[in-house]
Nanobody, 124 residues
Framework: QVHVVESGGGLVQPGGSLRLSCAAS????????MSWFRQAPGKEREFVAG????????NYADAVEGRFTISRDNDKTTVSLQMNSLQPEDTAVYYC?????????????????WGKGTLVTVSS
């Protein structure tokens, strides 16, 4: 059984930073791409960042390019999202997803297993 668990959310002021972590277990971690999505109230779940199974390829949404960095540790079976220069529009529940293949899923349909999410609130 696959488990995906996020951590690291919280309240941060505009311009601040947060680091989200995601731990996955239950199948060979290094075989699957991982992605972060987010969902704000009243909006659809949207792609934020993804990393291929090997870690050599990363993708970012335009809205976070240059501010967020995704990384993974295949030995520890974890993926992280470093978020800098946070803005109120980044407020959302952030979900970690394990993909179906080695390739980065940019669409929620490409995610096979989801975590329950962690809330990030950016407010003064």
């Amino acid at each position: 059984q696959v488990h995906v668990v996020e951590s690291g959310g919280g309240l941060v002021q505009p311009g601040g930073s947060l680091r989200l972590s995601c731990a996955a277990s239950g199948r060979t971690f290094s075989t699957y791409a991982m992605s972060w999505f987010r969902q704000a109230p009243g909006k659809e779940r949207e792609f934020v960042a993804g990393i291929s199974a090997s870690g050599r390829v990363t993708n970012y949404a335009d809205a976070v390019e240059g501010r967020f960095t995704i990384s993974r540790d295949n030995d520890k079976t974890t993926v992280s999202l470093q978020m800098n220069s946070l803005q109120p529009e980044d407020t959302a529940v952030y979900y970690c997803g394990q993909g179906i293949t080695r390739l980065v899923p940019r669409d929620p349909k490409g995610v096979e297993y989801w975590g329950k999410g962690t809330l990030v609130t950016v407010s003064s």
